[in-house]
């Protein structure tokens, strides 16, 4: 897989280098105030790839940045959660309905009696 990678890069390396060899002419870019500047071709080319390509991937960088950060959060919530399943209460009095030191779950219901 590592060989169709590095031979697709070389195939469009070699497609930009001669479409920048057989299109080096100057180009007369009107500005603002009645300037003008004269740019190769390839060169005004490349810079309005750039225009177009480092908004769109400073962009994704942050939205997955931040989902990371939500993921980690999220993950430390549940490990939270499970260390508090495997919570044991503290040693009571004896009552009728439940012996002392049974542990305490998140998925079992609290007995009627009590007011937690």
Not at 2 to 22: D, E, R, Y
Not at 30 to 46: S, T
Not at 76 to 83: C, S, V, W
């Amino acid at each position: 897989m590592s060989f169709l990678k590095t031979l697709f890069w070389i195939v469009l390396s070699a497609v930009v280098v001669l479409f920048s060899i057989n299109n080096w002419l100057p180009v007369t870019v009107n500005l603002w105030g009645g300037l003008q500047a004269d740019v190769k071709m390839p060169i005004l080319l490349f810079f309005f790839f750039l225009v177009g390509f480092v908004p769109t991937v400073i962009y994704y960088r942050t939205k997955a940045w931040r989902m990371g950060k939500r993921l980690d959060t999220v993950s430390r919530e549940l490990a939270d959660e499970r260390g508090m399943k495997r919570f044991r209460a503290p040693a009571r009095a004896e009552s009728a309905d439940k012996p002392a030191g049974d542990e305490l779950t998140l998925d079992t219901p609290a007995p009627r009696g009590s007011s937690a």
